[in-house]
T-cell receptor, first 110, second 110 residues
Framework: DAGITQSPRHKVTETGTPVTLRCHQTENHRYMYWYRQDPGHGLRLIHYSYGVKDTDKGEVSDGYSVSRSKTEDFLLTLESATSSQTSVYFC?????????FGPGTRLTVL | QKEVEQDPGPLSVPEGAIVSLNCTYSNSAFQYFMWYRQYSRKGPELLMYTYSSGNKEDGRFTAQVDKSSKYISLFIRDSQPSDSATYLCAMDFGNEKLTFGTGTRLTIIP
């Protein structure tokens, strides 16, 4: 998985609780991304980062925030989880004009 | 209309057949074109990457881009059961952000 790890790999939580997902890379790449994948929608970009403390929104950013205090770590936070945020979340890095993905985190919000 | 359209399938073919997977797109500004393979419960894996119109071959896989028709294809020759997966097309304007198709689920029948 191109030097990318995600944690946790699985999580079940309740509506209204905060959740943080972590993406860690060993490749020292500048660009990092968070996607969610849902049936019928494919991969949709939530947020991305183009450097430490430099982040921007993707197409489905409502309800999510991110932080990047170190090159190797990109955190995705659901401030107050909702059932609509049940999904598989993928982190990606971009060494050039393409992207390489982590193994994913399967999140269930009850 | 979505920017990238991909038939979700499912597509089932016998082992050894040639498989053709396709995506169409609406924005002529896309510059880079990719195909990802995703096995069940795994992250997407980069399969092919191309920039210009024409064909690019890698083993049993050929990626074809027709910018005039806004159409890309992935051909798999001598298909194997291990090729059973979901195939995602993706495109980039050159701004480090990818737009994905929804994926085509492929099954190779032994």
């Amino acid at each position: 998985d191109a030097g990318i790890t995600q944690s946790p790999r699985h999580k079940v939580t309740e509506t209204g609780t905060p959740v943080t997902l972590r993406c860690h890379q060993t490749e020292n790449h500048r660009y990092m991304y968070w996607y969610r994948q849902d049936p019928g929608h494919g991969l949709r970009l939530i947020h991305y980062s183009y450097g430490v403390k430099d982040t921007d929104k993707g197409e489905v950013s409502d309800g999510y925030s991110v932080s990047r205090s170190k090159t190797e770590d990109f955190l995705l936070t659901l401030e107050s989880a909702t059932s609509s945020q049940t999904s598989v979340y993928f982190c990606a890095i971009s060494p050039s004009d393409t992207q390489y993905f982590g193994p994913g985190t399967r999140l269930t919000v009850l | 209309q979505k920017e990238v359209e991909q038939d979700p399938g499912p597509l089932s073919v016998p082992e050894g057949a040639i498989v053709s997977l396709n995506c169409t797109y609406s924005n002529s500004a896309f510059q880079y074109f990719m195909w990802y393979r995703q096995y069940s419960r795994k992250g997407p894996e980069l399969l092919m990457y191309t920039y210009s119109s024409g064909n690019k071959e890698d083993g049993r896989f050929t990626a074809q881009v027709d910018k005039s028709s806004k159409y890309i294809s992935l051909f798999i020759r001598d298909s194997q059961p291990s090729d059973s997966a979901t195939y995602l097309c993706a495109m980039d304007f050159g701004n480090e952000k990818l737009t994905f198709g929804t994926g085509t689920r492929l099954t190779i029948i032994p």
